[in-house]
C-alpha cells in the first residue's frame, strides 16, 4: 500500500453519513458527516494525497456498518494515532482500552485512570478535540451529573443516541435504534 495516501469511506447511520479516513496503519479520523471540507482538512493535516482505496478502508466500514446495526460491540480495525498529541494519546489511548461498549465513565474517572495528572474539566477538551469519534469513545465519557457535552454530529443527542444504540439509556418512545 501506499504509505503517502489516506483513503475515505463512508458509512450511513442515524447519527449522519459517518466517514472514516484510513491511512497505511489504520484508522486516523472519523466524522459524523462526509464531505469534501472533512477530507481535505484530514488530508492536508496529515500532508498526503486522497486515495481511492476500497480495500484498505473495507474494515473499517465493515466495522462502523456492524456497530450501527448493534452487532459489533469492540472495534478491532487498527487505530492511527499520529494527529494526537501524547497528552490526548494518553487520555484517549486510556479511554479506548479501558472503557467498553456499553459503559460510561465520568470526566474525573477518565482523569484519574489516565495518570496524566489533567484535571477534569481538561478532560472534556481531549473529548471534544479527539479526532476519531465512535471507534475511540469519547461519547462513554460523561459528567458526573449527566450526559455532559458533545460536539460530534447533533451534539448531545448524538452522544444520547449511541448510549442508547449501546444499551447504557433506555430508549425514548421516538427512536428507532
Not at 450526559?147 to 452522544?159: A, H, I, M, T
Amino acid at each position: 500500500m501506499d504509505s503517502s495516501t489516506v483513503a475515505f469511506a463512508t458509512v450511513p447511520a442515524k447519527v449522519g453519513d459517518v466517514v472514516a479516513a484510513v491511512t497505511e496503519d489504520g484508522v486516523v479520523a472519523t466524522h459524523f458527516q462526509d464531505g469534501p471540507r472533512f477530507r481535505e482538512s484530514v488530508a492536508d493535516r496529515l500532508g498526503m494525497a486522497v486515495a481511492d482505496d476500497p480495500a484498505r478502508t473495507a474494515a473499517a466500514r465493515e466495522e462502523l456498518t456492524a456497530y450501527f446495526r448493534g452487532e459489533l460491540k469492540e472495534f478491532r480495525v487498527p487505530v492511527d494515532w499520529r494527529l494526537m498529541s501524547p497528552l490526548q494519546r494518553q487520555v484517549l489511548g486510556t479511554l479506548f482500552a479501558t472503557v467498553p461498549y456499553g459503559e460510561v465513565v465520568t470526566y474525573g474517572e477518565l482523569a484519574a485512570r489516565s495518570g496524566t495528572g489533567v484535571p477534569a474539566r481538561a478532560i472534556g477538551s481531549i473529548m471534544g478535540a479527539n479526532p476519531i469519534p465512535i471507534i475511540v469513545p469519547c461519547h462513554r465519557v460523561v459528567a458526573s451529573n449527566g450526559l455532559g457535552g458533545f460536539s460530534g454530529g447533533e451534539g448531545v443527542e448524538s452522544k444520547r443516541w449511541l448510549l442508547t444504540l449501546e444499551g447504557h439509556l433506555p430508549p425514548t418512545l421516538d427512536w428507532d435504534i
